[in-house]
């Protein structure tokens, strides 16, 4: 059962909630859970990043009934977003979209888009924010995707903090150690300008690292411990 509500404190994790109806509770679990409303409108840079990325998979080698046809993709993946998350729409207007909803529409427009081989006319890292923008360099890693360029060719797995002369790179425990996906260029690059050091040259093109797990070190064949055999 939903019921509405205003919220009227929050504190930590502990938030005061106002029903908007007299509700017999008692018979109700004590578990609840919490839908917040994105009250921010969509920004001008999340709509023309949207559009563009269905306009890049319109115009991909993917085929099928949306070939070529923008509006196609728009509908099929506005639908396809409104399924996955219980909504009974989704829009990139100011008046009805949100930022939030934007900002995971357009990650879910990127997993499709890294997962089929699908050229980007923009680059990502210079158009998402925060845990976005991680989300996405997380994406690349698992689909072998230079994180700057978006080619799959040549791929490595990067360090992002300098591991040190007293450390080997193969032996080394890379479980959490924080890492991006480079071509081969982008990598030697990130290696060799030392007038950058890597701290500038992730800021340079706004990158943030992601912290490897299991996944990501079976794919780039490196070592880990577990936390288990660490005890």
């Keep these: 059962m939903e019921i509405a509500g205003k919220l009227l404190s929050k504190r930590d994790n502990v938030v005061t909630i106002e029903l908007n109806d007299d509700v017999d509770t008692q018979f109700y679990t004590d578990s609840v859970g919490l839908v917040f409303r994105d009250e921010r409108s969509i ?3 999340q709509r023309k990043f949207a559009y563009a990325i269905m306009a890049d998979i319109a115009k991909s080698d993917i085929g099928g009934f949306w070939a070529g046809d ?9 639908a396809q977003y409104c399924l996955d998350n219980d909504l009974d729409y989704m829009s990139l207007s100011t008046r009805l979209g949100n930022r939030t909803d934007a900002n995971e529409f357009i990650s ?3 997993d499709f888009s890294l997962a089929h081989n699908v050229a980007l006319s923009r680059m990502p890292i210079n158009e998402l924010e925060g845990d976005f923008g991680r989300r996405f360099e997380y994406s690349c890693l698992l689909n072998k ?3 700057i360029c978006g080619t799959s ?5 990067a360090h992002c903090k300098a591991i040190g002369y007293t450390m080997s790179r193969k032996d080394m425990n890379h479980l959490g150690w924080p890492g991006m996906a480079l071509c081969h260029d982008h990598h030697i690059n990130q290696q060799h300008t030392t007038e950058w050091g890597i701290k500038k040259f992730m800021k340079h093109y706004h990158l943030q690292g992601v912290p490897v797990d299991e ?3 079976k794919i780039y064949h490196l070592h880990i411990v577990k936390k288990e055999k660490l005890v």
């Design 108 to 110: 879910m427009l990127l």
């Design 43 to 45: 920004t001008a840079q």
């Design 145 to 147: 995707k230079c994180v």
């Design 70 to 78: 923008n509006k196609a993709v728009e509908n099929y993946f506005k």
């Design 215 to 217: 996944r990501i070190a």
């Design 153 to 157: 060719k040549g791929i490595e797995f």
